[in-house]
């Protein structure tokens, strides 16, 4: 039942319903297209991955072996130059490690975890069809 121009209650909900929805699929759709996008250039960048990751691991081994022998050499004639090679070497990674691993966890703790941008975006849109939902009724 139409007066004049105005919409009913149940027209302005069913109005309002079929939006929420168009906009939800259309988001949806927009997640579900870039997530194609990204398994599409995942796939091809896997196997080229993989190797350089196998050649990054052997060089690293291969560096760790030469710098435990350049420091069993300095220490030569000990019988526990070995020992004292890869003790060293062990210690230097430790050190190194922990302070990359405290460097990753202030940074983490200083940006956060949250989406923050997809966190406002959402925030936006709530917000913008509480208005429009205002302005309907």
Do not use: H
Request: hydrophobic share 55%; glycine share 6%.
């Amino acid at each position: 039942m139409s007066n004049g121009g105005t919409k009913t209650v149940t027209e302005v909900v069913e109005e309002l319903k079929s939006e929420v929805i168009e906009f939800v699929s259309t988001r949806f759709a927009m997640l579900e297209a870039e997530f194609d996008e990204k398994v599409q250039w995942f796939k091809m960048a896997a196997p080229l991955l993989s190797v350089g990751v196998i050649l990054l691991g052997t060089a690293w081994l291969l560096s760790t072996g030469f710098l435990v022998c350049m420091i069993a050499q300095a220490f030569a004639p000990n019988p526990w130059a070995w020992a004292i090679a890869f003790l060293v070497v062990a210690a230097l990674y430790t050190i190194m490690g922990g302070v990359a691993a405290y460097l990753a966890w202030r940074q983490l703790k200083e940006k956060g975890v949250k989406p923050e941008r997809t966190l406002r975006v959402l925030k936006q849109d709530t917000m913008w069809l509480q208005r429009e939902a205002k302005t309907q009724l």
